[in-house]
């Protein structure tokens, strides 16, 4: 019972433009989403968060966008630099103790 | 201040043993989670404990069973080990619980699980 979706497991661009990450999710209950990043041999790490009663949120360079009739939330990393290249995994938030995670899209930031 | 830790870094068991991890949360954090993450997938949502109480389950057998420390520090416990637990297994800690908090967890490392 997949609830949150990440289509796409991987996306390659080039240093300075935008990277787009999407997902998808099936339960209108969530009430909060949000982007973690992970590096090779480390813990995800998070980096930013989005209410459902929101359709944008934006932290510097990251911004998160919150379509709550299609069901579907992205982010989007502008400019892209190198050393955004990690695996980008899309969690929502059924209540206080259950998280639901993407499988997770690996981004490549090409110099 | 020191971040979560995670011991220990690899293990491999063989089928129908036990095994327990261990997780040392951040400073001054109360609640912990564990995750399990497959090859490939996100990670899924284990447990919660708040206070050494747990306070939210995933849809995980009662094979998994954890316990949290006075000092915070907490153990995930697995019985009668099935090949498909072979996974990395995540803990995270956050300051406190509360209703409508924002879910700023923090991860340790992992331990990497393999069921032979």
């Known amino acids: 019972d997949q609830q949150v979706k990440q289509n796409s497991p991987s996306l390659s661009v080039q240093e300075g433009r935008i990277s787009i990450l999407n997902c998808d999710y099936t339960?209108?209950?969530?009430?909060?989403f949000l982007w973690y990043k992970k590096y090779p041999a480390e813990g995800p790490t998070f980096l930013i968060s989005?209410?459902?009663?929101?359709d944008k949120n934006e932290d510097g360079r990251f911004t998160v966008f919150l379509n709550k009739s299609a069901k579907h939330l992205s982010l989007h990393i502008v400019p892209s630099q190198p050393g955004d290249s990690a695996v980008y995994f899309c969690?929502?938030?059924?209540?206080?103790?259950?998280?639901?995670f993407g499988a997770g899209t690996r981004l490549t930031v090409k110099p | 201040e020191t971040g979560v830790t995670q011991s220990p870094t690899h293990l491999i068991k063989t089928r129908g043993q036990q095994v327990t991890l261990r997780c040392s949360s951040q400073?001054?954090?109360?609640?912990v989670s564990w995750y399990q993450q497959a090859l490939g997938q996100g990670p899924q949502f284990i447990f919660q404990?708040?206070?050494?109480?747990?306070?939210g389950r995933g849809n995980f057998p009662p094979r998994f069973s954890g316990l949290q420390f006075p000092n915070y520090s907490s153990e995930l416990n697995v019985n009668a080990l099935e090949l498909d637990d072979s996974a990395l297994y995540l803990c995270?800690?956050?300051?406190?619980?509360?209703?409508?908090?924002?879910?700023?967890?923090?991860f340790g490392p992992g331990t990497r699980l393999t069921v032979l």
């Open positions: 995270a800690s956050r300051p406190g619980w509360s209703s409508g908090s924002t879910d700023t967890q923090y």
């Open positions: 339960n209108s209950m969530f009430d909060y």
């Open positions: 989005i209410s459902s009663i929101k």
């Open positions: 969690a929502a938030r059924l209540n206080n103790n259950d998280m639901r």
């Open positions: 400073s001054g954090h109360n609640t």
């Open positions: 404990y708040y206070r050494e109480e747990e306070n």
